[in-house]
């Protein structure tokens, strides 16, 4: 079946190689039956004894034992046949495929192909789904694929993946893009893809390429790579790659997601490729890595070189992220006034956070004379873009009758509160100590801060400590840490965990969250 199916790919030249490596073992090959393969711990007197006794099912799981050679038996082909044979008189489908297959092959009984045949046809027509792409695969290696599809279609009815993969390989080889049967083809391997068929992840890959979906087919080569496909690097260097490609393969892999897995090594590497033809992009993501410490790596003067490239190209969110690390000194000399140079950058492109940092600067008068109607109007125009830390920290100063005339004295106000067990102040200290705002930066005590407000169960501090554990800054990263945060801040209505929730490929939990409110 897979030198029909399996074909695309020597319609391009690319993955030649790959191909090779896929329709090598096409055709018949004896191995374990996917379905219904016997326990890993069995008495094997028990199940001789009800075999003897007639019990079909465990004829065939005998007869599985001895051809795998396990549950303490010695591999035997002769034993093997011999209880399938048993099995399959009583019609049992698996054990009649199984022996379908010694026929064809003439392992340990006489060749015998129209027998063999008939019985993978008998179990085929018993609903056995391995049977039936068997059957599709003899049908389409004598051309006969009028007669092959109806036998794959049905396999796949049963969520058997190999012909997922298939039919839709067989589909993306002979539809025209953008037609029904094309797109059918795609959602046929995407979904074996996601289950973690090798194959699937190969030929979607390389179909999405042809398609000129480069980013979306070079992600799931790198999977493929990731699960045993070693030939794939060598491939993907001759795929021409733009830098914004590049840079959307590389944040998948900073990311991951519920099906795509994360991987610091492949982000990196396509970061990096992509920055060096000056992606702003990119930049901003590698320093935003090194800079926050994502993943532990902790390097802002490697991150703050990045962030200057990309700077220099006008990016608000690599002026606002340069401008953190110029106002407390991180990765490069302290320097306050530079920081709202680059602050009045970002702001003047309405981007929300650099006018939050900008309001937080006047507040303490860092690089910038402090005004309390200048403050004001910065916290009032990031509130309107709903911006978060300065619509709570608005929302705190107004419910405690608090002025923005005295930046430090507030700020001991807010601390006093913390640490009485305000949990908004708490939230709100751990921003402060996050962006170093009146203080020196602390992850340390950040992550202090925010814990005690997870404690009290407080929305905003959940989904900020959520997102540490899943990028492993300053704590060890830990998805299900991460998600248990995010369902109890997105149970609160918080729509930034919400869509965390659905990125992870938790997507039932984010609706069920969504019900509630």
Same mark, same amino acid.
């Given at each position: 079946?897979?030198?029909?199916?399996?074909?695309?790919?020597?319609?391009?030249?690319?993955?030649?190689?790959?191909?090779?490596?896929?329709?090598?073992?096409?055709?018949?090959?004896?191995?374990?039956?996917?379905?219904?393969?016997? =326990?890993?711990?069995?008495?094997?007197?028990?199940?001789?004894?009800?075999?003897?006794?007639?019990?079909?099912?465990?004829?065939?799981?005998? @007869?599985?034992?001895?051809?795998?050679?396990?549950?303490?038996?010695?591999?035997?082909?002769?034993?093997?046949?011999?209880?399938?044979?048993?099995?399959?008189?009583?019609?049992?489908?698996? &054990? =009649?495929?199984?022996? @379908? /297959?010694?026929?064809?092959?003439?392992?340990?009984?006489?060749?015998?192909?129209?027998?063999?045949?008939?019985?993978? $046809?008998?179990?085929?027509?018993?609903?056995?789904?391995?049977?039936?792409?068997?059957?599709?695969?003899?049908?389409?290696?004598?051309?006969?694929?009028?007669?092959?599809?109806?036998?794959?279609?049905?396999?796949?009815? =049963?969520?058997?993946?190999?012909?997922?993969?298939? $039919? @839709?390989?067989?589909?993306?080889?002979?539809?025209?893009?953008?037609?029904?049967?094309?797109?059918?083809?795609? =959602?046929?391997?995407?979904?074996?893809?996601?289950?973690?068929?090798?194959? &699937?992840?190969?030929?979607?890959?390389?179909?999405?390429?042809?398609?000129?979906?480069?980013?979306?087919?070079?992600?799931?080569?790198?999977?493929?790579?990731?699960?045993?496909?070693?030939?794939?690097?060598?491939?993907?260097?001759?795929?021409?790659?733009?830098?914004?490609?590049?840079?959307?393969?590389?944040?998948?892999?900073?990311?991951?997601?519920? /099906?795509?897995?994360?991987?610091?090594?492949?982000?990196?590497?396509?970061?990096?490729?992509?920055?060096?033809?000056?992606?702003?992009?990119?930049?901003?993501?590698?320093?935003?890595?090194?800079?926050?410490?994502?993943?532990?790596?902790?390097?802002?003067?490697?991150?703050?070189?990045?962030?200057?490239?990309?700077?220099?190209?006008?990016?608000?969110?690599?002026?606002?992220? $340069?401008? /953190?690390?110029? *106002?407390?000194?991180?990765?490069?000399?302290?320097?306050?006034?530079?920081?709202?140079?680059?602050?009045?950058?970002?702001?003047?492109?309405?981007?929300?956070?650099?006018?939050?940092?900008?309001?937080?600067?006047?507040?303490?008068?860092?690089?910038?004379?402090?005004?309390?109607?200048?403050? *004001?109007?910065?916290?009032?125009?990031?509130?309107?873009?709903?911006?978060?830390?300065?619509?709570?920290?608005?929302?705190?100063?107004?419910?405690?009758? $608090?002025?923005?005339?005295?930046?430090?004295?507030?700020?001991?106000?807010?601390?006093?509160?913390?640490?009485?067990?305000?949990?908004? &102040?708490?939230?709100?200290?751990?921003?402060?100590?996050?962006?170093?705002?009146?203080?020196?930066?602390?992850?340390?005590?950040?992550?202090?801060?925010?814990?005690?407000?997870?404690?009290?169960?407080?929305?905003?501090?959940?989904?900020?400590?959520? *997102?540490?554990?899943?990028?492993?800054?300053?704590?060890?990263?830990? *998805?299900?840490?991460?998600?248990?945060?995010?369902?109890?801040?997105?149970?609160?209505?918080?729509?930034?965990?919400?869509?965390?929730?659905?990125?992870?490929?938790?997507?039932?939990?984010?609706?069920?969250?969504?019900?509630?409110?």
């Amino acid at each position: 079946m897979k030198r029909k199916f399996m074909s695309y790919f020597l319609r391009n030249r690319l993955f030649r190689a790959l191909a090779a490596g896929l329709i090598c073992a096409g055709g018949m090959v004896l191995q374990a039956s996917a379905q219904n393969a016997p =326990q890993s711990t069995v008495n094997i007197a028990q199940l001789r004894a009800a075999a003897e006794q007639g019990d079909a099912e465990s004829q065939l799981s005998l @007869g599985m034992y001895y051809f795998m050679g396990e549950g303490g038996l010695k591999q035997s082909d002769a034993d093997a046949i011999k209880w399938f044979q048993l099995a399959a008189k009583q019609k049992n489908y698996q &054990a =009649q495929y199984m022996l @379908g /297959i010694y026929c064809m092959e003439g392992r340990g009984i006489k060749k015998n192909e129209e027998l063999g045949t008939k019985l993978i $046809l008998s179990a085929a027509n018993g609903g056995f789904a391995e049977a039936q792409y068997e059957y599709a695969s003899m049908l389409a290696e004598q051309n006969k694929m009028s007669e092959a599809l109806p036998w794959m279609k049905k396999a796949v009815a =049963q969520e058997y993946y190999p012909a997922f993969v298939a $039919l @839709g390989s067989h589909y993306i080889a002979t539809a025209k893009p953008g037609t029904p049967e094309m797109n059918q083809g795609i =959602q046929l391997l995407m979904a074996a893809a996601s289950e973690g068929d090798l194959d &699937a992840q190969l030929t979607l890959g390389a179909a999405l390429v042809e398609q000129k979906e480069t980013a979306a087919g070079v992600v799931w080569l790198e999977v493929a790579s990731m699960n045993g496909a070693k030939d794939v690097a060598e491939a993907l260097k001759e795929l021409k790659v733009s830098p914004e490609e590049a840079c959307e393969i590389a944040s998948v892999f900073y990311h991951g997601d519920g /099906i795509i897995p994360k991987n610091y090594q492949k982000f990196k590497f396509w970061a990096e490729k992509s920055a060096a033809e000056n992606y702003a992009g990119a930049q901003t993501l590698l320093g935003m890595y090194y800079c926050i410490g994502v993943n532990h790596e902790l390097t802002p003067e490697r991150g703050v070189e990045f962030l200057e490239k990309a700077a220099a190209q006008n990016d608000p969110e690599a002026l606002t992220l $340069l401008a /953190i690390c110029c *106002r407390n000194g991180r990765g490069t000399a302290q320097d306050p006034k530079r920081a709202i140079e680059l602050l009045q950058k970002a702001a003047k492109q309405n981007y929300a956070p650099a006018y939050t940092q900008l309001a937080f600067s006047s507040l303490f008068g860092s690089g910038i004379v402090s005004k309390e109607d200048v403050t *004001r109007k910065l916290f009032q125009k990031a509130g309107a873009m709903n911006e978060r830390t300065a619509l709570v920290f608005m929302d705190y100063c107004t419910k405690n009758s $608090l002025s923005f005339e005295n930046g430090p004295a507030l700020l001991k106000q807010i601390a006093a509160a913390a640490k009485a067990g305000d949990a908004q &102040a708490q939230y709100l200290m751990g921003e402060i100590y996050c962006d170093g705002h009146g203080v020196k930066m602390d992850e340390k005590i950040m992550v202090a801060y925010y814990t005690m407000a997870v404690k009290q169960n407080y929305i905003y501090a959940l989904t900020e400590l959520s *997102r540490l554990y899943e990028m492993g800054i300053y704590v060890k990263e830990n *998805r299900d840490v991460a998600i248990q945060l995010a369902l109890k801040a997105a149970e609160q209505g918080d729509q930034q965990a919400l869509s965390y929730l659905n990125s992870v490929g938790q997507v039932d939990a984010a609706e069920q969250t969504q019900n509630l409110n």
